[in-house]
């Protein structure tokens, strides 16, 4: 069942910031041609991010951007905002679709974060950058409070990430993608309950607790959000990937590169379960493109109904859920039957005892009253640890080389994070 908080905290919780991100830079050549090349977005000639991106082959992106690119499909990106001029993500980014409200400096990225992922669901792969899976669709920046901003004198001016998902539930984005964890007040799971009775499909990390007992992060854990973990390139979990009853789905999260920081000067390996969230948005993003009048409950049941997997479905594995994501699969049938639209394929993970499940509503419902919603479930502990080693978790890995893992099912735990008594958002990207 969906609900519940970590007993490492409770809703609103302050526990103490921790940056978690791991990063590398590219090597020294690499590194001395920023040095040259200050100012400029790295070409083909400095570091070609795009030849990195090992899950393009298997997942065999070539032959379904033949039948879908993404065209026609809106993400929101609510993350450290995006910057619009880098080589990769020119004319994909629609700065001018964010509500006024929360559009302070959306294209102002003050980490490098939100670009990346930004880049890995639509970015062009021009001139070396990250090559997005799903090129055709676009991207609409949201630049909100998270780890990175805390103490600047644009905390108070920048949204935070209940607000934007509000405002972004209110637009027509199709699909809301959170790499980010500490959403734990009130206000944040009122707002997820809002963008889901609006036909949103929510998708955010399920964070890189592992080594510190696989607690799962909100809003991944939140009821109507699918919360995905990672995987490396021999399809096994990710060392540092949370795990547990909330993982919904799993994707490439490691062993590729994003920016290094808020300058644009350079790509860095990194890893973490944000990557692997962007990836899993860019796969809804192709298969509703490929089928504009499906809702968000038809995308979600086509991920779980063509995913790969060595176990019922009825009982999904706590690290990858109901198996390898496949949107191939989809888009090679045009006859698939995604079931009916307002019949929600995880209902059972996402009603609460003595609450009325309200995911995707018909547009014919008023889920006004949704919008103050809010729950008073008890603090839960998660139930299961993350993997602690390789051999672990590659137990549950699939052997389907053409195939990129990706769950659906549920989980719980946050890390809140503090900073002079407001709670800081922290990005999906492992220390």
């Not at 379904?64 to 929101?76: E, F, I, L, P």
């Not at 509500?99 to 980490?111: C, E, L, M, R, S």
């Not at 905390?155 to 027509?172: L, M, Y």
């Not at 993970?349 to 006004?368: I, W």
Request: charge should be negative.
């Amino acid at each position: 069942m969906k609900s519940g908080i970590s007993a490492r905290a409770e809703k609103g919780g302050l526990v103490g910031v921790r940056r978690r991100r791991r990063v590398h830079t590219v090597g020294a050549f690499v590194g001395a041609l920023v040095v040259v090349a200050v100012g400029f977005a790295p070409s083909a000639a400095a570091y070609d991010a795009k030849s990195k991106q090992w899950y393009l082959e298997p997942m065999q992106a070539e032959q379904m951007w033949k039948v879908s690119t993404g065209k026609g499909v809106k993400v929101a990106v609510i993350d450290t905002g995006v910057n619009a001029n880098t080589s990769s993500l020119k004319g994909q980014v629609l700065a001018g679709e964010v509500p006024a409200k929360v559009a302070y400096h959306a294209t102002d990225d003050y980490d490098g974060h939100g670009t990346t992922m930004a880049e890995l669901i639509a970015g062009t792969g021009a001139d070396g950058g990250l090559q997005g899976l799903a090129p055709g669709a676009k991207v609409v920046p949201y630049r909100v409070q998270l780890e990175g901003l805390e103490g600047s004198d644009e905390w108070g001016k920048t949204p935070n990430a209940a607000e934007a998902v509000r405002a972004a539930a209110d637009t027509d984005a199709k699909i809301i993608s959170m790499s980010f964890g500490g959403m734990t007040t009130e206000e944040g799971e009122a707002a997820i309950k809002y963008a889901a009775s609006k036909g949103k499909l929510l998708v955010a990390a399920v964070g890189n607790q592992a080594d510190e007992g696989g607690y799962i992060d909100y809003p991944a854990a939140y009821p109507y959000v699918i919360g995905v973990s990672s995987l490396d390139e021999s399809s096994t979990v990710s060392k540092f990937s949370s795990s547990g009853d909330y993982v919904d789905l799993a994707a490439p999260g490691e062993g590729f590169s994003g920016w290094c920081d808020a300058t644009f000067r350079a790509y860095c390996e990194s890893e973490g379960t944000s990557a692997a969230t962007a990836i899993t948005v860019a796969s809804a993003a192709l298969i509703w493109s490929a089928h504009p009048d499906w809702t968000a409950n038809q995308v979600t049941r086509a991920l779980i109904d063509t995913a790969s997997r060595k176990w019922a479905k009825d009982n999904p594995s706590k690290y990858l859920g109901y198996g390898t994501i496949r949107p191939r699969v989809v888009l090679e049938n045009p006859n698939y039957d995604a079931g009916a639209p307002y019949s929600d394929p995880l209902a059972k993970e996402n009603k609460r005892t003595g609450e009325e499940l309200v995911t995707e509503v018909s547009p014919a419902a008023t889920p006004s009253a949704l919008a103050s919603a809010s729950s008073s479930a008890e603090p839960v502990k998660n139930s299961s640890g993350g993997p602690t080693s390789g051999a672990a978790s590659s137990a549950e890995s699939s052997s389907d080389s053409t195939s990129l893992w990706i769950a659906l099912g549920t989980a719980a735990g946050v890390i809140a994070l503090a900073l002079g008594g407001a709670a800081v958002l922290r990005r999906r990207r492992a220390a």
